[in-house]
């Protein structure tokens, strides 16, 4: 991320945040709605589940090429993510990543009361929901009694790799994140390596995997030093001691046969999901999963509370990034009334705008 960029990180620690406008979602639209708040002189509080902006375009589809972004011929998910940021930087939006809008209350004096999975807290004028199709969660093994390890035996990401150092280690995936971990742990290089684990055993259903080349084939030479181990399975079961603690699990190999695979710690790794999630319960008008919008200010059912991008619906909505875009324009102005009804809004062209140029640090062009 941009270091321009400020990025909240003990914001938990500093009690309630008082602002005008939370942005839920730091997707392509999120992002574009820092800048149309930007516009209208609106310092915004933008945050995502994930740990990085950029939503689908850098979780799906970073190095794909988009082509129906308006003046820009050919630009990847990253790119324009980078473009973005870039484009917000003066407008010093504050982020917070890697948590979850879990709730959302309106209070007696009109603004909302927004809480995160981190416990950072929001007294705020407006919200602006831009959660895409939901937030990104992992998709988690499905085996019964799995529950009562996870964050425990069980993870579902790597938070303190040094926590797993002198483990035995069973990692669960096939993709980029499977195999990364597993070289990591292994380590076992000269300069010593401080996660190294006393055992990592690499599980995935197939004996193909979707990494990058270069990680396969290190992994392979570690399996054939026997510095790593690789089955073909699938968990089936758990194997747990008398008090309960996960001891190891059980696979079922290709050939049907069942094998218990003693472990202290499993790493599944099978991707990110999105789901809706707490957003079903911020009692928004809702159609099928998406919160119904107008298609004036893109506000939802609950005055002061806007919903851009893919995540509204209205007659005619089409989820593509630049109906987002201009969502995200529509809203910001219908925002400004309940954000400060003193003050007249007027179209600024940003081509002649005083104001926005003082903030971008150039010259305001002289028109002949
Ligand atoms: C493979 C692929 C190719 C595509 N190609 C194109 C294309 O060529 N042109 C085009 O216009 N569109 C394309 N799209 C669609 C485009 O990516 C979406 O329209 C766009 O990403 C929507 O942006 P958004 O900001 O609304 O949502 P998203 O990009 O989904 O971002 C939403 C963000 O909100 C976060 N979030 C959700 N709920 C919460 C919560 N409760 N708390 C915190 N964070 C939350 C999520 O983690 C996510 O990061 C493509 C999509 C895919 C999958």
Same mark, same amino acid.
């Given at each position: 991320?941009?270091?321009?960029?400020?990025?909240?990180?003990?914001?938990?620690?500093?009690?309630?945040?008082?602002?005008?406008?939370?942005?839920?979602?730091?997707?392509?639209?999120?992002?574009?709605?820092?800048?149309?708040?930007?516009?209208?002189?609106?310092?915004?509080?933008?945050?995502?589940?994930?740990?990085?902006?950029?939503?689908?375009?850098? %979780?799906?589809?970073?190095?794909?090429?988009?082509?129906?972004?308006?003046?820009?011929?050919?630009?990847?998910?990253?790119?324009?993510?980078?473009?973005?940021?870039?484009?917000?930087?003066?407008?010093?939006?504050?982020?917070?990543?890697?948590?979850?809008?879990?709730?959302? %209350?309106?209070?007696?004096?009109?603004?909302?009361?927004?809480?995160?999975?981190?416990?950072?807290?929001?007294?705020?004028?407006?919200?602006?929901?831009?959660?895409?199709?939901?937030?990104?969660?992992?998709?988690?093994?499905?085996?019964?009694?799995?529950?009562?390890? /996870?964050?425990?035996?069980?993870?579902?990401?790597?938070?303190?790799?040094?926590?797993?150092?002198?483990?035995?280690?069973?990692?669960?995936?096939?993709?980029?994140?499977?195999?990364?971990?597993?070289?990591?742990?292994?380590?076992?290089?000269?300069?010593?390596?401080?996660?190294?684990?006393?055992?990592?055993?690499?599980?995935?259903?197939?004996?193909?995997?979707?990494?990058?080349? +270069?990680?396969?084939?290190?992994?392979? /030479?570690?399996?054939?030093?026997? %510095?790593?181990?690789?089955?073909?399975?699938?968990?089936?079961?758990?194997?747990?001691?008398?008090?309960?603690?996960?001891?190891?699990?059980?696979?079922?190999?290709?050939?049907?046969?069942?094998?218990?695979?003693?472990?202290?710690?499993?790493?599944?790794?099978?991707?990110?999901?999105?789901?809706?999630?707490?957003?079903?319960?911020?009692?928004?008008?809702?159609?099928?999963?998406?919160?119904?919008?107008?298609?004036?200010?893109?506000?939802?059912?609950?005055?002061?509370?806007?919903?851009?991008?893919?995540?509204?619906?209205?007659?005619?909505?089409?989820?593509?990034?630049?109906?987002?875009?201009?969502?995200? +324009?529509?809203? +910001?102005?219908?925002?400004?009334?309940?954000?400060?009804? %003193?003050?007249?809004?007027?179209?600024?062209?940003?081509?002649?705008?005083?104001?926005?140029?003082?903030?971008?640090?150039?010259?305001?062009?002289?028109?002949?």
């Amino acid at each position: 991320m941009d270091p321009q960029v400020t990025q909240a990180t003990s914001s938990a620690s500093a009690g309630v945040i008082e602002t005008d406008a939370v942005i839920v979602g730091a997707g392509p639209v999120g992002l574009f709605q820092v800048f149309e708040l930007g516009l209208l002189e609106i310092k915004a509080h933008i945050i995502d589940s994930l740990a990085y902006p950029g939503g689908q375009c850098i %979780e799906l589809y970073p190095d794909k090429p988009i082509y129906d972004i308006p003046a820009l011929p050919v630009v990847t998910g990253k790119e324009l993510t980078d473009n973005l940021m870039k484009q917000i930087e003066p407008f010093g939006a504050t982020f917070h990543l890697g948590q979850e809008v879990t709730t959302v %209350e309106k209070q007696e004096d009109g603004r909302f009361f927004v809480a995160t999975s981190k416990g950072t807290q929001f007294l705020t004028k407006t919200i602006f929901i831009a959660g895409g199709v939901g937030s990104f969660q992992p998709r988690t093994l499905k085996v019964d009694g799995i529950d009562k390890h /996870e964050g425990s035996q069980v993870h579902y990401r790597v938070r303190k790799p040094e926590q797993f150092a002198g483990k035995n280690l069973l990692i669960v995936g096939g993709g980029d994140s499977a195999l990364d971990w597993a070289l990591n742990f292994c380590g076992g290089n000269e300069d010593g390596n401080p996660h190294k684990a006393e055992s990592v055993i690499l599980l995935h259903r197939r004996d193909g995997f979707r990494a990058a080349p +270069a990680s396969v084939a290190k992994m392979k /030479e570690l399996c054939d030093n026997y %510095e790593m181990q690789f089955i073909v399975g699938q968990v089936t079961d758990l194997d747990e001691a008398e008090d309960g603690a996960l001891k190891g699990v059980k696979v079922t190999g290709g050939d049907g046969v069942t094998r218990v695979v003693p472990c202290d710690q499993v790493l599944v790794f099978f991707g990110l999901s999105p789901k809706l999630g707490p957003i079903a319960e911020w009692g928004l008008a809702l159609e099928r999963k998406q919160i119904l919008v107008d298609t004036e200010k893109f506000q939802t059912s609950v005055p002061g509370i806007f919903a851009v991008g893919d995540i509204n619906t209205y007659p005619g909505k089409k989820k593509l990034i630049l109906s987002g875009f201009h969502e995200a +324009a529509l809203a +910001a102005f219908g925002a400004m009334p309940i954000i400060n009804p %003193e003050k007249r809004v007027h179209l600024q062209y940003t081509t002649t705008s005083p104001k926005l140029h003082k903030v971008l640090g150039v010259e305001t062009p002289v028109f002949d």
